[in-house]
Structures are given as C-alpha cells and as structure tokens.
C-alpha cells in the first residue's frame, strides 16, 4: 500500500471514529484495526495523535469550506446569501450521524493542551468568521454585523450539537434575518469595549 492510500485510509477512519466518539476514547490500535494500515506504518505517516488530529482537522476543513461555498453559490441575492449560510446549517444539522462542530468537539478535548489542535480551530473559525464578513459586504450592510452573525452560527452549532435538533439553525436565522433588518435600518452599533 502506497504512502497516499494508507494516508487516505487511516485519515479516514480517524475521522469517522473521532468524530463518532471523541478523539481521547479512540487509540491507535483501534485506528489500526479500522484503518487496515499497520501501526509501524500509521507512526510513519502521523507521529503523534495531534498530528493526525490535526490533519482530519485540515481535511475536514476543505471539504466543509468546499460545501458551504457550493450551497452559497446557488444563491444570488447577496442579502439572501446570509441566510443561505442558515440553511446550510440547518442541513447540516440534520445529517446522520451529525454530533455537533468537530472543530468544537477538538477543542474541547485538546485545545487547552493541544497548540496544533488550537491552532486548526482558530484557522477555521477565523475563515468561517471571514467569510460572514465577505457576505455582508457584499450585501451592502455594515461591517459591524458579521461579529453577531458569527456568533449566531457559533451558538447555532453547539446548540444543535448538545440537542442533536436542527430547530437551532432556524432561530439563529429568523435572529440574523431582524439583525440585518434592524442593521439596514441604521440601527446597529459596534457594542462599546468594556472597561
């Protein structure tokens, strides 16, 4: 087996059972019996555990990103557009097997001990919260909205993690949806810093 098959093998069984499970209940003998990739073999290729971690990570990243785009492109209205992003996640929501951001779900396990596993959440929250800010430039609705949209779909996605509904996506869109209006409206401000 090439390097990239068992690459490919044992990312995709890490991913499956880390995001099944958590990534501290799967050890790499169980990864080595899911995968049919030797352990000799899987320390080859990942090291460490965080480093694997890290990869399904960054591949999960891509396809995540790649997703959402796709669905955003069907959408041409630029203030639909937003909500389109509401959507996606409610879609998302209701996949089998969904159980809640697994970027979320590493941070909690690692992220306090893990800079690499810290530093692949912060990269794809930061590229979600960058994206949200695109949009609502595009629609012509002031900078200061995306920070509360973010944290809309932020809260959207542990709440349908913890709850396993999709009703949380669309309470976060019927709240970006009176944002937007009340940001159109002038009527949104940068909260101010606390002291």
């Not at 499956?16 to 499970?21: D, I, K, P, S, V």
């Not at 996606?88 to 969904?98: K, N, T």
């Not at 909205?145 to 976060?172: C, H, K, W």
């Amino acid at each position: 087996m090439d390097s990239a098959v068992a690459r490919d093998r044992a990312l995709d069984a890490a991913e499956e059972l880390f995001y099944a499970r958590g990534v501290q209940s799967v050890g790499m003998d169980e990864l080595r019996g899911a995968s049919g990739v030797s352990l000799k073999r899987l320390y080859q290729l990942f090291p460490t555990k965080e480093q694997l971690v890290a990869a399904c990570l960054a591949r999960r990243d891509e396809r995540w990103h790649g997703r959402l785009a796709a669905h955003l492109a069907e959408q041409r209205d630029p203030t639909e557009r937003i909500l389109a992003v509401f959507d996606w996640l409610e879609g998302w929501f209701g996949e089998d097997g969904f159980r809640g951001c697994a970027w979320i779900n590493a941070h909690g396990e690692l992220g306090a001990t893990s800079a690499l596993v810290a530093e692949q959440v912060r990269a794809h929250k930061e590229a979600f919260r960058r994206r949200l800010a695109s949009l609502v430039e595009d629609a012509g609705l002031p900078a200061a909205l995306a920070g509360p949209l973010f944290l809309l779909a932020e809260g959207a996605m542990v709440t349908a993690g913890i709850t396993g509904s999709t009703q949380p996506a669309a309470e976060a869109r019927a709240a970006a949806r009176a944002l937007m209006a009340a940001a159109g409206r002038g009527e949104l401000s940068r909260p101010s810093p606390t002291p």
